[in-house]
Every structure is written in structure tokens, then in C-alpha cells.
């Protein structure tokens, strides 16, 4: 009987044992996968926040820092944010994250510049900080720092006078929860704003002008507010959508620049019901009309009568002369070939055709109503003539070559001036080689204030050592009034002769 009663406790211990042991491989396999969703759902919030177009490495290497994103003050250089502990952001927590994404300030106390949008982020969900920790701690760690430092010129070097600038700038932290997901997006995580809006005498946002359109170096981030002219009124939230994912809208709207690698790095891999809820949003915007808007940037109807056109074989090739012979093209072809018409006969027919049309089953952009084209700015067209189209969307499209280098800056000036009046609905166009050169520059537009900041400065440090040397001029002569030998009382004074 006592064997009986020891072996059935036995049983029981052994089943107990064993039924712990299988919950905690339970409990840990559960806390495995649910680390494996916060890490992934990590992933797209840095993708839709888009921090690969700035930490990206010089040689493409994700998260690796060093690339200068120019701003009016000078480059700003992207740090390493991979998992290295020494170089990186391998030793942040949660908490520290936080305060570099809603402060703009590092654990050491170091205030960043808002090249790095934390303005944006600041509004940023509690959720979503902790699932982009989780994933940035899995990033491979690239264990060096980026070759180029942060160098900006005297006083916007003093980085303790962003505390200043974020006492005017940034609002009270806003509750994600109060907002729906189409605002979220596009005021706080992708943060348009930021590139879109304008900029004040103190570099801060210019919220009255709230999407309006903003220069980028050579770039021009467009109007993007409801404005039917101007800005975004004429597409609809479908064709918005599609853009996001492909960086092409039909065969008039192609993005490059800096909106094509947003494309490219971010905007491709949110889901559909993100995209929508972007394009949705933005469609509610109060429109920012422009005077000097004279036609829709955007025309559907050009869009739809492009719409199934076949493909044509054309003779114009971007060949030299010697090269043209051989392709069926002679030279001789292309009358007066360093006229404006001649110039895009050589460079741009081949893709976009004689008439501008484009080929569209085989996505070369048309230039007949091209939103560029289009545009009362003609920075983007400058800019894309220089540079070319460089990052494709979720379906890779034909990219376009930049001719700078090529063609000098009145060669430029003419080809853009033609295809604006030829393909773009401009009754005229006035580009010189002038506003190619200062395109080219990237030279940004500052306030009084921060252009002559520097001599305010040092005129501020002159002053301030003007008042020093004075108070220890006062005080020293003041002491020495204090103990200078007083003429005694006794002391006889000198007679007066009669």
C-alpha cells in the first residue's frame, strides 16, 4: 500500500513537472512571437517615417549615418542610428529614443538640429516609439561613425540655442489617439510638413502657409493643399494613391527629387489603407491658391487621353553624331541641332517623342500636361533636366538620365524654356542661364535674420565685451576711490602770502 501511495505521488509530481515545463515553453514561444510582431511592425514605422533617406550610409549601408542633408544653415550630417553600442544607438532605451523623437535631444543632454523632424515627430504614439526601438536594436550594427561631422558656421554651431528655437517652435505634445489615421500620418510619422510647408524668419514652419510649397536645395516641394489650381484638388485619392506606391501618376506626374526617394525608401511599402488614408487627409487641407498659377498644375483629362495610346518607333536617339549614322539618324537630320527644337530632338525625343507624348505602355513620361511642365516654378523641371529621375516606386519604370555636365546652363535654359511653351501650356517662358546657375547652387532663401546672423553675433559678443571690460573698469575705479589715502584733518594748510 505505501509503494502504491509513493508511485501515484510520483505520477503526479512528473505530470505537474511536465505540464509547468510545457506552459513556460507555451508562455516563451508566445513572448518570442510577440517580440517578432513588435520588431516587424518596428520595420514599418521606420519605413513609414522614412528614416532610410537620411541614415542611410554614403554606400548605401542601411542606417549607417553620414549623408548631408543641406538645409540654409549648411549640411547636416545623419548620424549612425544602427545597433552599435559604441557608434550607434545599440545602448539607447525606450525612454531615450523618446527624447530624441519628441525632444530633439540625445541622453547626453546634446540638442539636435530639426534637419532631424522631431517637431514631426513629437506627436508620435507611445506604441509606435517602442515597436521603432525594438526593430532599430535588430538593425546589423555598423561599427564605425560616419566620416563627416555636423559643421556649421558661427552662432548656428552653439546647438544650446535650440532651446530657444524649440520654445518657439514646438507645440505641446499632441495625443495620437485624438487624431484620425490620415492626419497622423501625414502631420506626424510620414511628416510632410516638414519639406512642404515653408519655412519662417526663424526657420520654423510658416503654419499659415501649412503645405503651400517649399524650396529643397534644388528642388521644389510642391503645393500639396486641396487648391484646385495650385495644388492637389485635381487628382483623386485613387490616382494620390497609386503615386505614393509607384512615384507615377498616369503619364503626367512623375516624382523625383527628394519626393522620389521618399517613394522609393518609404511610401511604396505602406499598406493600401495607409496610402488611401494619406491621400484622404490631404484632400481636406484648405487650399493655398497661387497667383502665378495660371493653368491646373494637374490635368486629368490630359491623363485620359494618353490613356491607351499604341507604341511608336521614332528615329531620334541621345547619340554623338559619329553614333547617330549608325542608328538611321543622320546628323543633318536635326535641323540647326543647337536650336532649342535641335537640342530636344537629340536629347529627349527618343523617350518622350516628337510631339511630347511619351510612350505609355512602356511608362515614358509624357510631357504633354506634365505637372512639371505645368508648374509656375520651374525649379523642378531645371532640377530634373540636371539630376534626372533616379528612384522608381513598387513597379521599376524606365529612370531618366541628368544632362548636367552635358548641356551648359544655357543650353538648359533653352530646352526648358521650349518644352514649357511647347508641352507645359505657358504662353511664354523666361529662363536664363542665370536662374539655371542659382538653381543648380541649391542656394536656399533665408530670412534677414539668419542670413546676417553671423554678424549679429560676433557683434552681440563685441558688445558683450564692451559691457564687461566697462563694469571691471567701473568697479576698479570705484575700489580705488574706496581706498585712497583721505587728507588728514590736522594737516596745516598752506598760508597765503599777503
Known amino acids: 500500500?505505501?509503494?502504491?501511495?509513493?508511485?501515484?505521488?510520483?505520477?503526479?509530481?512528473?505530470?505537474?513537472?511536465?505540464?509547468?515545463?510545457?506552459?513556460?515553453?507555451?508562455?516563451?514561444?508566445?513572448?518570442?512571437?510577440?517580440?517578432a510582431a513588435l520588431v516587424e511592425r518596428g520595420e514599418y514605422i521606420a519605413r513609414a517615417a522614412d528614416c532610410m533617406a537620411c541614415?542611410?550610409?554614403?554606400?548605401?549601408?542601411?542606417?549607417?549615418?553620414?549623408?548631408?542633408?543641406?538645409?540654409?544653415?549648411?549640411?547636416?550630417?545623419?548620424?549612425?542610428?544602427?545597433?552599435?553600442?559604441?557608434?550607434?544607438i545599440g545602448n539607447y532605451s525606450v525612454r531615450d529614443l523618446t527624447g530624441v523623437l519628441r525632444e530633439g535631444k540625445t541622453p547626453t543632454g546634446k540638442h539636435l538640429y530639426p534637419a532631424?523632424?522631431?517637431?514631426?515627430?513629437?506627436?508620435?504614439?507611445?506604441?509606435?516609439?517602442?515597436?521603432?526601438?525594438?526593430?532599430?536594436?535588430?538593425?546589423?550594427?555598423?561599427?564605425?561613425?560616419p566620416e563627416a561631422k555636423t559643421n556649421l558656421d558661427f552662432p548656428f554651431n552653439m546647438r544650446f540655442l535650440m532651446i530657444g528655437w524649440n520654445l518657439i517652435n514646438l507645440d505641446e505634445e499632441v495625443s495620437a489617439s485624438e487624431k484620425d489615421r490620415g492626419s497622423y500620418l501625414v502631420e506626424n510619422l510620414a511628416h510632410c510638413g516638414i519639406c512642404h510647408t515653408p519655412r519662417d524668419d526663424m526657420m520654423g514652419s510658416d503654419e499659415t502657409q501649412y503645405l503651400g510649397g517649399s524650396q529643397l536645395g534644388r528642388w521644389y516641394a510642391p503645393n500639396i493643399t486641396s487648391d484646385e489650381f495650385a495644388g492637389i484638388g485635381g487628382w483623386s485619392e485613387e490616382q494620390l494613391a497609386d503615386y505614393f506606391k509607384h512615384g507615377q501618376a498616369g503619364y503626367i506626374a512623375q516624382a523625383a527629387g527628394p519626393m522620389g526617394e521618399a517613394v522609393h525608401h518609404s511610401l511604396q511599402y505602406l499598406s493600401d489603407s495607409d496610402r488611401m488614408a494619406i491621400a484622404s487627409y490631404l484632400k481636406t487641407v484648405p487650399p493655398i491658391a497661387d497667383d502665378q498659377q495660371e493653368n491646373p498644375v494637374f490635368d486629368s483629362r490630359i491623363n485620359t487621353q494618353l490613356i491607351g495610346r499604341d507604341p511608336v518607333v521614332i528615329k531620334a536617339t541621345r547619340f554623338e553624331p559619329e553614333e547617330l549614322e549608325r542608328h538611321g539618324l543622320k546628323a543633318e537630320d536635326i535641323e540647326d541641332p543647337d536650336s532649342a527644337p535641335g537640342l530636344y530632338q537629340q536629347h529627349c525625343a527618343g523617350c518622350h517623342m516628337d510631339d511630347g507624348t511619351g510612350q505609355p505602355v512602356s511608362f515614358y513620361a509624357s510631357l504633354q500636361g506634365n505637372t512639371a511642365l505645368r508648374s509656375a516654378n520651374p525649379r523642378n523641371l531645371v532640377a530634373v533636366i540636371l539630376e534626372g529621375v533616379a528612384y522608381n516606386?513598387?513597379?521599376?519604370?524606365?529612370?531618366?538620365?541628368?544632362?548636367?555636365?552635358?548641356?551648359?546652363?544655357?543650353?538648359?535654359?533653352?530646352?526648358?524654356?521650349?518644352?514649357?511653351?511647347?508641352?507645359?501650356?505657358?504662353?511664354?517662358?523666361?529662363i536664363d542661364a542665370n536662374q539655371v546657375n542659382h538653381i543648380a547652387s541649391g542656394e536656399q532663401?533665408?530670412?534677414?535674420?539668419?542670413?546676417?546672423?553671423?554678424?549679429?553675433?560676433?557683434?552681440?559678443?563685441l558688445?558683450?565685451?564692451?559691457?564687461?571690460?566697462?563694469?571691471?573698469?567701473?568697479?576698479?575705479?570705484?575700489?580705488?576711490?574706496?581706498?585712497?589715502?583721505?587728507?588728514?584733518?590736522?594737516?596745516?594748510?598752506?598760508?597765503?602770502r599777503p
Open 1 to 35: 500500500m505505501w509503494h502504491q501511495l509513493v508511485l501515484a505521488a510520483g505520477l503526479v509530481l512528473t505530470g505537474s513537472l511536465a505540464g509547468i515545463a510545457l506552459d513556460s515553453t507555451a508562455i516563451a514561444a508566445e513572448k518570442t512571437a510577440g517580440e
Open 55 to 88: 541614415h542611410v550610409g554614403p554606400n548605401g549601408t542601411p542606417f549607417a549615418g553620414g549623408k548631408p542633408v543641406p538645409t540654409p544653415l549648411g549640411n547636416i550630417i545623419a548620424t549612425n542610428i544602427s545597433s552599435s553600442k559604441e557608434f550607434g
Open 116 to 145: 532631424m523632424p522631431y517637431p514631426a515627430y513629437r506627436g508620435l504614439t507611445a506604441d509606435d516609439i517602442e515597436a521603432l526601438h525594438a526593430y532599430l536594436q535588430t538593425v546589423p550594427a555598423v561599427e564605425h561613425a
Open 393 to 430: 516606386g513598387a513597379t521599376p519604370r524606365p529612370l531618366m538620365p541628368g544632362f548636367e555636365g552635358e548641356l551648359d546652363s544655357q543650353e538648359i535654359a533653352d530646352l526648358a524654356n521650349y518644352v514649357r511653351v511647347e508641352f507645359g501650356g505657358h504662353t511664354t517662358s523666361n
Open 445 to 461: 532663401p533665408v530670412s534677414g535674420l539668419i542670413r546676417y546672423a553671423p554678424l549679429l553675433a560676433w557683434l552681440g559678443v
Open 463 to 496: 558688445v558683450a565685451v564692451l559691457l564687461i571690460i566697462g563694469l571691471v573698469w567701473f568697479f576698479w575705479a570705484r575700489r580705488r576711490r574706496q581706498h585712497a589715502p583721505r587728507a588728514s584733518r590736522h594737516t596745516p594748510k598752506n598760508k597765503v
